[in-house]
């Protein structure tokens, strides 16, 4: 299938205290996996592009600057999943308005898990609760942050299979940060790489 | 009932309990004796030359120089305001913050007390607005150092949970709502106490004072109150505007978490 000529969220000249000049462009439906060592600054990148740490340049989300959003509108159309998920309430049910059930059912969660103890949760149920409280939103472009790192097999195929779905229903984009080479040649048509602030796309 | 003047035998009397004190702490190798006679010496020097400025400033009713007295003290709250932060903001606002909270809750509610309450002709009468304004600073000055250390303490120890519900698209007022609730809490606790004891455990200070100085208890008792009531609208006000305006500037136009406004901790 040949790409859309225009882009669902592209950035460019993204600049940072430590990314420089960065451009990226994502299409609808595309995952695009991103790789890189610890410290090249992909979750630096993330929070760049979700707008949480101050940065500079041109970033837009079907053709609008991100300037006509405010910061809170912007984030629920970019959502990120940082890699480490963070409960602010005694019980999961509070943390989103409208749970997307069926992301959850898939998940492997029956809807009790709405008056589960947040600070009861395993890592992994963390995980995959987080990454549906994202889904909540609807959200345009997802930044995952490594979110099956947690994860058995069964686990992950299953957040992959949520995500695939998700993309081919909304046509939303999706890029995935993740140190297993295996699992972006799965999920990725396209693949790029950070290295001390820069990011390098990689054909093929 | 005649005033009785204390002379400096009077004085020296009480001032030899302190030094048999710090006498027994240095028998007792407690190591506070020095720190002890330092302190006593210090608020006997502090306290007569506030009396003598008084005395000056009482005599002469001079707006400009009431004007300069309130000023320090202002001055000097707001740098003990900063001072009892662990992570204070960086830049003007670590002083001006605490200095602009209470120069707007202190002096708008002492204006008022003098003009509507106590009526005292002219409003700047020093008798009145020099010992009104310091009871007010130093109750404000407790109430927003407490509510703002609370405030970028918890800002700080919670910061991931905030962040968590930005990246979920909340307002900041809505990711920070918790912690304002509370340091706002906090900042009124003080007041609070002190009205709920007050007559039963403690005898307020300033009641004390003008009781010992003569008054008849209920015209003292009345003043305590009035003194009370308006602390309390003091340390509030103060407070709501501390931290309105401080959680406010942890967050940038594009409702970031902005932690770098703040500096390392200290101690």
Same mark, same amino acid.
């Given at each position: 299938?040949? !790409?859309?000529?225009?882009?669902?969220?592209?950035?460019?000249?993204?600049r940072?205290?430590?990314?420089?000049?960065?451009?990226?462009?994502?299409?609808?439906g595309?995952?695009?996996?991103?790789?890189?060592?610890?410290?090249?600054?992909?979750?630096?990148l993330?929070?760049?592009?979700?707008?949480?740490?101050?940065?500079?340049?041109?970033?837009?989300?079907?053709?609008?600057?991100r300037?006509?959003?405010?910061?809170?509108?912007?984030?629920r159309?970019?959502?990120?999943?940082?890699?480490?998920?963070?409960?602010?309430?005694?019980?999961?049910?509070?943390?989103a308005?409208?749970?997307?059930?069926?992301?959850?059912? !898939?998940?492997?969660?029956?809807?009790?898990?709405?008056?589960?103890q947040?600070?009861?949760?395993?890592?992994?149920?963390?995980?995959?609760?987080?990454? !549906?409280?994202?889904?909540?939103?609807?959200?345009?472009?997802?930044?995952?942050?490594?979110?099956?790192?947690?994860?058995?097999?069964?686990n992950?195929?299953?957040?992959?299979?949520?995500?695939?779905?998700?993309?081919?229903?909304?046509? !939303?984009?999706?890029?995935?940060?993740?140190?297993?080479?295996?699992?972006?040649?799965?999920?990725?048509r396209?693949?790029?790489?950070?290295?001390e602030?820069?990011?390098?796309?990689?054909?093929? | 009932?005649?005033?009785?003047?204390?002379?400096?035998?009077?004085?020296?009397?009480?001032?030899?309990?302190?030094?048999?004190?710090?006498?027994?702490?240095?028998?007792?190798?407690?190591?506070?004796?020095?720190?002890?006679l330092?302190?006593?010496?210090?608020g =006997?020097?502090q306290?007569?030359?506030?009396?003598?400025?008084?005395?000056?400033?009482f005599?002469?009713?001079?707006?400009?120089?009431?004007?300069?007295? =309130?000023?320090?003290?202002?001055?000097?709250?707001?740098?003990?305001?900063?001072?009892?932060?662990?992570?204070?903001?960086?830049?003007?606002?670590?002083?001006?913050?605490?200095?602009?909270?209470?120069?707007?809750?202190?002096f708008?509610?002492?204006?008022?007390?003098?003009?509507?309450?106590?009526?005292?002709?002219?409003?700047?009468?020093?008798?009145?607005?020099?010992?009104?304004?310091?009871?007010?600073?130093?109750?404000t000055?407790?109430?927003i150092?407490?509510?703002?250390?609370?405030?970028?303490?918890?800002?700080?120890?919670?910061?991931?949970?905030?962040?968590?519900?930005?990246?979920?698209?909340?307002?900041?007022?809505?990711?920070?709502?918790?912690?304002?609730?509370?340091?706002?809490?906090?900042?009124?606790?003080?007041?609070?106490?002190?009205?709920?004891?007050?007559?039963?455990?403690?005898?307020?200070?300033?009641? =004390?004072?003008?009781?010992?100085?003569?008054?008849?208890?209920?015209?003292?008792?009345?003043?305590?109150?009035?003194?009370?009531?308006?602390?309390?609208?003091?340390?509030?006000?103060?407070?709501?505007?501390?931290?309105?305006?401080?959680?406010?500037?942890?967050?940038?136009?594009?409702?970031?978490?902005?932690?770098?406004?703040?500096?390392?901790?200290?101690?």
């Amino acid at each position: 299938m040949p !790409a859309p000529e225009i882009p669902l969220f592209q950035a460019r000249n993204l600049r940072t205290a430590f990314i420089r000049d960065l451009a990226l462009r994502l299409f609808a439906g595309e995952i695009l996996g991103l790789h890189g060592d610890s410290g090249s600054g992909k979750t630096l990148l993330l929070r760049a592009l979700a707008d949480l740490d101050p940065n500079q340049g041109e970033v837009k989300l079907e053709g609008s600057p991100r300037e006509s959003f405010s910061g809170p509108r912007w984030r629920r159309k970019v959502g990120l999943l940082p890699a480490e998920s963070h409960w602010w309430e005694d019980q999961v049910g509070p943390h989103a308005e409208h749970w997307p059930m069926e992301v959850l059912a !898939a998940l492997g969660f029956s809807p009790q898990v709405l008056d589960w103890q947040t600070g009861r949760l395993s890592s992994g149920e963390k995980q995959r609760l987080a990454l !549906a409280r994202l889904l909540a939103n609807r959200p345009r472009v997802l930044l995952l942050d490594e979110p099956t790192a947690n994860l058995d097999q069964g686990n992950t195929a299953a957040v992959e299979a949520i995500v695939r779905q998700y993309l081919k229903e909304t046509g !939303a984009a999706a890029l995935w940060v993740s140190h297993d080479p295996a699992q972006l040649a799965r999920l990725a048509r396209r693949r790029a790489m950070m290295k001390e602030g820069r990011l390098t796309m990689e054909d093929g | 009932m005649d005033l009785i003047l204390l002379s400096p035998r009077d004085l020296g009397l009480a001032a030899a309990l302190v030094c048999l004190l710090a006498a027994l702490s240095w028998m007792l190798r407690l190591g506070i004796g020095r720190q002890l006679l330092v302190a006593a010496a210090r608020g =006997t020097v502090q306290l007569m030359l506030l009396g003598m400025i008084l005395k000056t400033l009482f005599a002469q009713t001079s707006l400009w120089l009431i004007a300069a007295m =309130t000023a320090v003290m202002l001055a000097v709250a707001g740098y003990e305001v900063m001072a009892r932060q662990q992570r204070r903001f960086r830049g003007s606002w670590g002083y001006g913050l605490g200095t602009l909270s209470m120069f707007l809750s202190s002096f708008a509610i002492t204006l008022l007390a003098l003009t509507v309450v106590i009526r005292v002709e002219p409003w700047y009468q020093p008798q009145y607005l020099i010992p009104l304004l310091g009871m007010l600073l130093g109750n404000t000055m407790s109430g927003i150092a407490i509510a703002l250390d609370n405030l970028t303490r918890n800002t700080w120890e919670q910061r991931h949970a905030i962040e968590a519900r930005l990246m979920l698209g909340h307002e900041w007022q809505q990711a920070i709502a918790g912690i304002r609730r509370d340091a706002l809490r906090s900042g009124l606790i003080p007041i609070i106490n002190a009205m709920t004891t007050a007559g039963i455990v403690s005898l307020p200070g300033m009641m =004390t004072g003008q009781i010992l100085g003569g008054s008849p208890p209920l015209e003292a008792a009345k003043y305590q109150l009035l003194i009370l009531f308006l602390i309390a609208a003091g340390s509030g006000l103060g407070s709501l505007t501390a931290i309105w305006a401080g959680s406010r500037r942890l967050f940038d136009e594009r409702q970031r978490l902005r932690l770098d406004r703040l500096s390392a901790r200290k101690g």
